[in-house]
């Protein structure tokens, strides 16, 4: 299962949202990605190569309160999981292969919609 979000998806998370709700990064260690916790107190400082990344308890803390995430059986042989969040009496949902990407799916699109 995956528990953060990957390069491209970080890339774009800190275009959007504020460095300091990562709660993780992505330290680009020769070719090899390194997680380390992202503090910006001198414990850990992430250099210019580093690229933040949210866990998904990170994401959910940054999404509206009442968000959910329902795994649904597209078929039997995929599964795919469906991130829902109530805003003036609508309904938005987006979907991924997994919780991560549908939170992540999620935040494009409330960003998209100027409501975030």
Do not use: R
């Not at 020769?30 to 866990?55: E, F, Q, R």
């Not at 003036?88 to 991560?100: M, Q």
């Amino acid at each position: 299962m995956k528990s953060y979000t990957n390069l491209e998806q970080g890339k774009k998370l800190a275009e959007i949202l504020p460095l300091e709700s990562a709660d993780m990064f992505l330290a680009l260690n020769g070719h090899i990605p390194v997680m380390s916790k992202y503090i910006d107190d001198g414990l850990v400082t992430a250099d210019n190569t580093a690229i933040p990344c949210w866990s998904l308890a990170a994401l959910l803390d940054i999404l509206p309160k009442g968000t959910d995430i329902i795994k649904e059986e597209a078929d039997t042989e995929n599964e795919h999981y469906m991130c829902t969040v109530e805003i003036k009496d609508d309904i938005i949902s987006t979907f991924g292969n997994n919780p991560v990407d549908a939170c992540y799916k999620m935040i494009l699109k409330l960003h998209e919609l100027n409501l975030f």
